[in-house]
């Protein structure tokens, strides 16, 4: 079993950027792929970025690319999701996931272990 804790949501302008932080305990860490998924009101949860076990390889939704850095702290046993240039759009709840297996950083698809979530509000 993978425990995951969430952090960092808030309210940001437009433009601005916020880091989410995800806290692993339980199972070792580094046996885990892990990545961050949200979901707006109305809307289906989708992909939002992944990270290797060892943080050599990474993946990310098309709409964050090149705005977005998802990197991982094995020491720590914490995965971030550095989020710049914020627009609305960007708006949801995030969580963090964790995946024993490679589809999540392949696919993009879940793994079996999800956090509580973490709102971001971004005003226009």
């Known amino acids: 079993q993978v425990q995951l804790v969430e952090s960092g949501g808030g309210l940001v302008e437009a433009g601005g950027s916020l880091r989410l932080s995800c806290a692993a305990s339980?199972?070792?860490?580094?046996?885990?792929?892990m990545g961050w998924f949200r979901q707006a009101p109305g809307k289906e949860r989708e992909f939002v970025a992944a990270?290797?076990?060892?943080?050599?390889?990474?993946s990310y939704a098309d709409s964050v690319k090149g705005r977005f850095t998802v990197s991982g702290d094995n020491a720590k046993n914490t995965v971030y999701l550095q989020m710049n240039s914020l627009t609305p759009e960007d708006a949801a709840t995030y969580y963090c996931?964790?995946?024993?297996?490679?589809?999540?950083?392949?696919?993009?698809?879940?793994?079996?272990?999800w956090g509580q979530g973490t709102q971001v509000t971004v005003s226009s």
């Open positions: 339980g199972r070792t860490f580094t046996n885990y792929v």
């Open positions: 990270v290797s076990r060892s943080g050599a390889s990474t």
């Open positions: 996931n964790a995946d024993g297996a490679a589809a999540l950083l392949l696919f993009g698809r879940p793994g079996d272990y």
